[in-house]
């Protein structure tokens, strides 16, 4: 697809830094991975230990019990942590649209297209969808997808698999209509009625869908790993007790 897009807008301009800035300071569940993470080893290490304390008597069989358990059950560890991290992500992807919103605001003032719906009677509602549309696809998505990899590398991909299929379904299937109107001084506003799931139309059943996709993979491997994990671990507890 072309980057320039209806409007005669080329959205590559707008591809700047500021705009990867401004979503890279927006995410948080890049940062919380490490916590995710760094909690379940926690808990996992103290459940071990105590189970270590009370059932195995001697001292040098118990350490090396719990060393053994502790590296079969990191994948565990890793996939349960990485589900739970899922769960925390839908608040940045209403960022995300916060920000195409705001960006989108900018792209249609600046391209002069406030003067040009005026003198062809284009409604502003339908010509500020169509620059939302195309800064979501041509300015946010390759930003996104760049902040992504640069943050969090290998977890990247399931990820922008999830936002390219938000994107898809809800932003180039399925344009918004958004409610938009012209201050004193022809700013873009928002209507007071525009609220974010409006913009954001089928937003939540999509991004439902979609994690629930990008999850499952994860879920089937905890679920399959996970009995393996179990059976070595009861193994080994057989062998030391």
Known sequence: MDSTYNNHIDYSKYQVDEVTETISDALFFPVYIGRVLVLNLVVFWILLSLFCIFFIDNTF???????LAFIISIPS????????LFSTIKSDIDKVF???????KHVYEDAGLIK??????????TTFSDVFKGVAIYVIRPSLKKVLQK???FFAW???FLIDLI??????????????????EDHIILKENTKLDKINKGGTKTTSVAFTVVKFPFRLALIIYGLVNFTLNYLLYLLFR
Do not use: A
């Open 151 to 153: 943050r969090i590398k």
């Open 98 to 104: 916060k920000i195409t919103l705001e960006t989108s």
């Open 167 to 184: 994107f898809k379904k809800t932003v180039i299937k399925s344009p918004p209509v958004i409610e938009v109107d012209l201050d004193s």
């Open 116 to 125: 040009q719906q005026r003198e062809e009677s284009v409604p502003l509602k």
């Open 61 to 67: 069989l118990s350490f090396l019990y719990w060393f």
């Open 77 to 84: 560890i890793i996939l349960f942590s990485i589900v739970r």
């Open 158 to 160: 399931p990820l922008t």
